[in-house]
């Protein structure tokens, strides 16, 4: 059977512990555009500061949040088993087990069912755990070690197999790459970082998660997971993880497939002479590395990265749409005043064309610290889609404009299509029409604000062609003088979106 892959949101929260919204509408909106996800709980902090004076408000909170969780734990446990279906969601049970010296940690269970455990450290939890949790995996990992963040001389890839290298909380991936971390826990550091921790010799791959506290799974932006599975369940979800056949990205579902000389992201192999070619020249022994990257908006770079050294750089080509060639359009909505909730009713029909494809980008509301004065969260599942026919979308929606100009709050919807520069883009939005070639948009974007200045608006993105979203090439490379090197994949695209993809390891036939 061959692997597909699946996407979802290993780390969101709700109102079960502190947050915002019901477990049940969690579970409802990551069903709309996911296919698998946690909603986790806040549970323990045994090195949980004493100091009354200076973290009193910090301390009472999460000590009612892990009351409330423990009280609704039951509970929690049927609605991920209500949720788990076969074939169509797979819904993980886990919960948070938080420290400043160890680092928080998500403990997930491979059922429905499980308890939750306390402990001082890592050794202890998991013997105490007895076997029955599937993982622990260290999250917001690049605040470091005594900060919340990871330790790796703690770290065992026997129940972690995976870390977290990003969330809303921002990027761990190394010291100096995007998405800087500026929450109040502080600052990320090299020694919280993968670059660090591969560097050591650690073995691990990577997910993603939103960390969101609004009961929005997949919150758009902040981290999403995909795995490599034969089929949509919770067990060949926890399997891939565990065999680390997975990667991360911030929002768009960027579809990564990585391979050196055939083992894919996340082996461990050794150099065989039957998987690799001498070179005529050296009589070295040369690696076969391939790649296939389908993004989601023009692909700014695309690096491969060994032993945390970037050997190879591609960029897309630039170039007409051809004919038959399938293009990508987004539309985007929001903006207008921040206090004010729009609902939106939107509908494209293609003319002289067909949608091939429709991918999400919805959000949540914008949570990450929830305090106790709580914030204003929408009661249903907030954004809706639907594939009319195969020319025609109709989609339904609530936003608010963007809590800062640095914080979006918009949603969209990317329309994969079938056409040509004379095929129309018909739009009827909230009472409103308007129309595009396809010619005009391959110009530029073309944006509608749906009553005039300081309104809300519909932004209809330039269309991308595949060429410029699709990159796939074979290269060789030659081993290092290291017993053992890692390869792994990370893509950015032109819009802000990342994707990295979990390292092959190989090492020398004689170490």
């Not at 921002?170 to 500026?182: A, H, K, L, N, V």
């Not at 106790?372 to 639907?386: L, M, P, R, W, Y």
Request: net charge negative.
């Amino acid at each position: 059977m061959t692997d597909r892959i699946f996407w979802g949101d290993l780390h969101s929260h709700c109102a079960i512990s502190y947050g915002y919204g019901s477990i049940e509408r969690a579970f409802a909106a990551a069903r709309g555009h996911l296919d698998f996800a946690t909603v986790t709980g806040h549970a323990t902090w045994h090195d949980m500061p004493v100091d009354h004076e200076r973290y009193g408000r910090i301390i009472d909170f999460h000590q009612k949040g892990f009351e409330r969780l423990a009280a609704n734990w039951e509970h929690v446990q049927r609605v991920v088993e209500e949720n788990n279906v076969d074939g169509e969601f797979a819904a993980l049970l886990s919960y948070e087990w938080h420290s400043i010296r160890n680092g928080d940690h998500n403990i997930y269970y491979p059922g429905s069912s499980g308890d939750i455990i306390e402990a001082d450290d890592l050794d202890t939890l998991e013997q105490r755990l007895g076997g029955k949790a599937a993982f622990l995996i260290p999250h917001h990992i690049g605040y470091g070690p005594g900060n919340r963040g990871i330790d790796w001389q703690q770290f065992d890839e026997r129940r972690s197999p995976v870390v977290e290298i990003f969330s809303g909380h921002g990027g761990s991936e190394r010291d100096g790459g995007p998405f800087p971390m500026y929450h109040t826990m502080g600052a990320r550091t090299y020694e919280g970082t993968v670059a660090h921790g591969l560097a050591l010799g650690k073995r691990f791959g990577f997910v993603a998660g939103t960390d969101h506290h609004g009961g929005y799974p997949g919150h758009y932006g902040e981290g999403r997971t995909a795995v490599f599975a034969p089929e949509l369940s919770r067990a060949a979800i926890l399997e891939a993880i565990a065999k680390r056949h997975c990667y991360a990205v911030t929002g768009d579902k960027i579809e990564l497939s990585f391979a050196v000389d055939g083992a894919p992201m996340g082996d461990a192999i050794v150099d065989m002479a039957g998987g690799a070619a001498s070179s005529a020249s050296s009589g070295k022994v040369r690696r076969f590395i391939s790649y296939r990257v389908r993004g989601c908006d023009v692909i700014d770079r695309l690096e491969i990265v060994k032993n945390n050294e970037v050997i190879h750089r591609a960029f897309p080509q630039l170039s007409e749409l051809k004919s038959g060639e399938p293009l990508k359009v987004r539309i985007e909505w929001g903006w207008g005043d921040k206090d004010e909730s729009i609902t939106w009713d939107g509908r494209l029909r293609v003319e002289g064309g067909s949608i091939l494809a429709v991918e999400p980008c919805f959000n949540g509301d914008p949570v990450l610290a929830p305090t106790e004065e709580g914030v204003a969260v929408s009661g249903d599942t907030i954004h809706q889609f639907q594939l009319a026919s195969e020319s025609s979308l109709h989609w339904a929606s609530r936003t608010r404009g963007n809590p800062s100009p640095m914080v979006r709050g918009t949603n969209a919807l990317i329309v994969e299509l079938e056409a040509g520069p004379t095929s129309r883009l018909d739009f009827t939005v909230n009472g409103r029409s308007f129309s595009h070639s396809v010619g005009e948009l391959l110009a530029g974007s073309r944006s509608h604000g749906m009553r005039g200045w300081r309104s809300e608006m519909v932004l209809v993105h330039r269309a991308v062609p595949e060429s410029r979203f699709l990159l796939d090439a074979e290269l060789t490379d030659e081993p290092s003088n290291r017993d053992t090197d890692f390869y792994y994949l990370r893509v950015a695209q032109e819009n802000g979106q990342w994707a990295w993809g979990s390292p092959v390891w190989v090492s020398r036939r004689d170490s």
